[in-house]
C-alpha cells in the first residue's frame, strides 16, 4: 500500500538531506498522529505541494505531530506542457467533484469561471467560502492521490477577464458538443500552456463562445454524448495526458 501523503509548504530548499530529522507538526501533524494513528517505524511522505517532496520513516509519534527520518528525496515528472482547465461555476457539489477529478488526473492550474449560465454566483462572502472549498479540495484530492504538486486554484474570472487570459496561452480549447473538430485532431505543442474551457449545466452562450473565438480558442468535442460539467474536462484532460 502506498505510503499516506501530507503537505509541508514550509518544507525546506534544498530538501532536508537523506538521514536528516523532520518535523511534522501543526494540523497535518496532527491529523497524521491523532486521526490516522500513525506510530513509530511506519513510512510517510512530504510534499511541499510545488512538485518536491520526501519519503520518510516515523520515528516518534506525538499529540502535537510525527518525528521523521528521512529515506529518500522525491520530485514531480514536470511535464513541459502545462495543463489549465477552466471550469465554469455549477450548482451542488458538481464543481467540487469537478476539481477533486482534475486534481486527481494531474492539472496544473484550475479557474473558476463566472459564466452567463451558471446559475450559482460568486459574490463577495460567499465567493470567497466558494473558493476556499475548492482550494481546500484540490489539497485533499492532492494527498489522497499522492501527488507532490497541488494546483493553483486561481481567483473566479469574468468572461471578460477570461477571454484576455485564453489570449495569453499557447492553445486555447473550448469544450462544446457541437463542436466539428475532435480534441484527438487539435496539434499540441512540445511544451507551454493549454487551457480547457468547460461551460456549466446550461451550456456556453454564443456571444461567449464569439468572445473566446475573438480571444484565439477553438471549440472541440470529447465525446459523441453531452457530458456533464463535472465530467467533461476530466475526459478531456485524460485525452491530452495520452497524447
Given amino acids: 500500500m502506498t505510503a499516506p501523503l501530507f503537505l509541508l509548504e514550509s518544507l525546506a530548499d534544498p530538501l532536508p538531506a537523506v538521514g536528516a530529522t523532520l518535523e511534522l507538526g501543526g494540523d497535518e501533524g496532527r491529523h497524521a498522529a491523532v486521526v490516522r494513528r500513525i506510530a513509530a517505524g511506519e513510512q510517510v511522505l512530504v510534499a511541499d505541494g510545488r512538485g518536491r517532496g520526501v519519503r520518510a520513516e516515523v520515528t516518534a509519534a506525538a499529540k502535537t505531530g510525527l518525528t521523521l527520518?528521512?529515506?529518500?528525496?522525491?520530485?514531480?515528472?514536470?511535464?513541459?506542457?502545462?495543463?489549465?482547465?477552466?471550469?465554469?461555476?455549477?450548482?451542488?457539489?458538481?464543481?467540487?467533484?469537478?476539481?477533486?477529478?482534475?486534481?486527481?488526473?494531474?492539472?496544473?492550474?484550475?479557474?473558476?469561471?463566472?459564466?452567463?449560465?451558471?446559475?450559482?454566483?460568486?459574490?463577495?462572502?460567499?465567493?470567497?467560502?466558494?473558493?476556499?472549498?475548492?482550494?481546500?479540495?484540490a489539497r485533499e484530492a492532492t494527498k489522497q492521490s499522492r501527488r507532490l504538486a497541488q494546483p493553483d486554484v486561481r481567483p473566479v474570472l469574468s468572461t471578460a477577464r477570461l477571454a484576455a487570459a485564453l489570449a495569453g496561452v499557447d492553445v486555447a480549447l473550448v469544450l462544446h458538443e457541437d463542436a466539428t473538430t475532435a480534441l484527438r485532431e487539435v496539434a499540441l505543442p512540445a511544451e507551454?500552456?493549454?487551457?480547457?474551457?468547460?461551460?456549466?449545466?446550461?451550456?456556453?452562450?454564443?456571444?461567449?463562445?464569439?468572445?473566446?473565438?475573438?480571444?484565439?480558442?477553438?471549440?472541440?468535442?470529447?465525446?459523441?454524448?453531452?457530458?456533464?460539467?463535472?465530467?467533461?474536462?476530466?475526459?478531456?484532460?485524460?485525452?491530452?495526458?495520452?497524447?
Avoid at 218 to 239: E, F, I, K, N
Fill in 69 to 137: 527520518r528521512v529515506l529518500e528525496h522525491l520530485a514531480g515528472t514536470g511535464r513541459p506542457l502545462r495543463v489549465v482547465v477552466v471550469q465554469a461555476l455549477a450548482k451542488g457539489d458538481r464543481s467540487e467533484l469537478a476539481v477533486e477529478m482534475l486534481t486527481e488526473v494531474g492539472v496544473d492550474e484550475i479557474w473558476p469561471w463566472q459564466a452567463s449560465r451558471s446559475i450559482v454566483r460568486w459574490s463577495a462572502e460567499r465567493g470567497e467560502k466558494s473558493l476556499a472549498r475548492w482550494r481546500s479540495t
Fill in 192 to 243: 507551454g500552456t493549454v487551457a480547457l474551457v468547460v461551460g456549466p449545466e446550461g451550456g456556453i452562450a454564443p456571444e461567449e463562445l464569439e468572445r473566446f473565438a475573438a480571444a484565439g480558442a477553438r471549440a472541440v468535442s470529447v465525446s459523441d454524448a453531452v457530458l456533464r460539467t463535472s465530467t467533461a474536462g476530466v475526459v478531456a484532460v485524460a485525452g491530452l495526458l495520452l497524447r
